[in-house]
C-alpha cells in the first residue's frame, strides 16, 4: 500500500537516517517480499499484530491454575489445607500462527537502478550514502507495505465472521393508517391554493448563478420565506383547518398544537385569522420571543418536561 510523498509527510528527515542500510528488496514477513522496482530505499520500522487466537502469554499461569485444581481435589479427598492463590480468569488464546505485519520504508526515485545486477546495485548504494552524507536534498517517498493474513494460515480455532451491526431501532407508524392518495394531494393543491392564508410565492430559476454556487446542476429555489408566518407550515395549516366540520361554533371549539418553532407561529396566526381559540404548548426552554409571538393569536403555556415526556 503506498503511503505519502514528502510534501504530505509531516518531516521525513526525522526517520530517514545515513547508517541505515540502502536496500533494494526486503521482507515483510516469512516470505512476503517488498517488489523490487529499481528504486532503493531505507527500512524504517515494522508493525507485527498478531491473531486474537494468537500467542498464549499465560500458559505458566494456566499450567500453574490446573495445579491449583488437582490441590483441591486432593483436599476435597483428603482434607490437607490449601495454600492461598488467586486464580487467574482464562484467555482465548490459543497459539494461532497468523499474522498481520506493516513495515514503513523511505524510497529515493531519483537512484532508480537501470539494470538490478549486484555491481549496478553497490554503485547507487555508494551513491546514495555520499548524497546523503554531503547534506544534499534528495526526493523522498514514503511507503508502507502490508502484509495481510490467509484463511489457510489461521489454525486451532473456526473462523468467525465480522459481527453484525445491530440495527437502529426505529418508529413504526401504524399501518391502519389511511394514506394519501393522488386524488387527496389534488384536492389539499386547491384548498391552499383559494385560501386567504397563504400567498403564492415566487420560484427563482437558475438560483446558482444567481447565488455564486458552483453545484453541477441547475438549482430552483422556493421562496417559502415570502409566506406571511416567514415558513411553508402555513400551507399544511390551511388544508388541515379546511377539514373541520361547519357545523362546530368556531368560539365553543379550542384547538392545541404542540410546537416552539414555525409551525407553532403558524397555528396561531391561522387560527386568528379564522376566528378560531387556540392554545400552543411549548417546553419550559423555549427562547421567550417565540412565547411573545405566538401570543398574538394563541394562548401559551409552558411545560418543564420534554416534548417527548408530555
Excluded at 526486503?26 to 527500512?43: C, E, L, Q
Excluded at 485444581?69 to 500462527?97: A, S, W
Aim: charged fraction near 30%; aromatic fraction near 6%; hydrophobic fraction near 35%.
Amino acid at each position: 500500500m503506498e503511503g505519502q510523498t514528502e510534501g504530505e509527510t509531516a518531516n521525513p528527515d526525522q526517520v530517514l537516517v545515513v547508517p541505515y542500510r540502502v536496500r533494494f528488496s526486503d521482507t515483510i514477513w516469512k516470505d512476503a517480499m517488498i517488489p523490487n522496482d529499481g528504486v532503493p530505499f531505507f527500512s524504517v520500522s515494522r508493525f507485527m499484530c498478531s491473531c486474537v487466537y494468537g500467542k498464549d502469554r499465560h500458559s505458566r499461569e494456566k499450567q500453574r491454575n490446573r495445579r491449583v485444581m488437582r490441590e483441591q481435589k486432593r483436599f476435597l479427598e483428603e482434607g490437607t489445607p490449601l495454600p492461598k492463590r488467586r486464580n487467574r480468569v482464562g484467555t482465548r488464546k490459543v497459539c494461532c500462527p497468523a499474522m498481520l505485519a506493516m513495515k514503513k520504508v523511505v524510497r529515493l526515485p531519483d537512484f532508480k537502478a537501470d539494470a538490478l545486477t549486484p555491481k549496478k546495485c553497490r554503485e547507487v548504494r555508494e551513491l546514495v550514502r555520499t548524497k546523503l552524507l554531503e547534506g544534499e536534498d534528495v526526493r523522498k517517498e514514503i511507503r508502507v507495505y502490508i502484509k495481510l493474513p490467509k484463511d489457510d494460515e489461521h489454525a486451532k480455532h473456526e473462523l468467525v465472521e465480522e459481527p453484525k451491526k445491530k440495527r437502529k431501532k426505529m418508529f413504526r407508524y401504524n399501518q391502519n393508517c389511511p394514506k394519501a392518495t393522488l386524488e387527496d394531494i389534488e384536492k389539499a393543491y386547491k384548498v391552499v391554493q383559494e385560501s386567504k392564508l397563504c400567498v403564492r410565492t415566487p420560484m427563482m430559476h437558475h438560483a446558482q448563478d444567481c447565488l455564486g454556487l458552483d453545484v453541477g446542476c441547475d438549482l430552483s429555489l422556493k421562496l417559502e420565506n415570502m409566506q406571511k408566518t416567514g415558513s411553508f407550515k402555513v400551507r399544511g395549516l390551511a388544508n388541515q383547518l379546511a377539514h373541520i366540520p361547519q357545523y362546530m361554533a368556531k368560539r365553543q371549539l379550542e384547538l392545541v398544537t404542540m410546537s416552539a418553532g414555525n409551525y407553532g407561529k403558524a397555528f396561531s396566526f391561522a387560527l386568528q385569522e379564522l376566528g378560531y381559540k387556540a392554545r400552543v404548548l411549548m417546553p419550559d426552554t423555549a427562547p421567550q420571543n417565540r412565547e411573545d409571538t405566538m401570543k398574538v393569536g394563541a394562548w401559551s403555556n409552558r411545560f418543564t418536561k420534554i416534548l417527548s415526556q408530555i
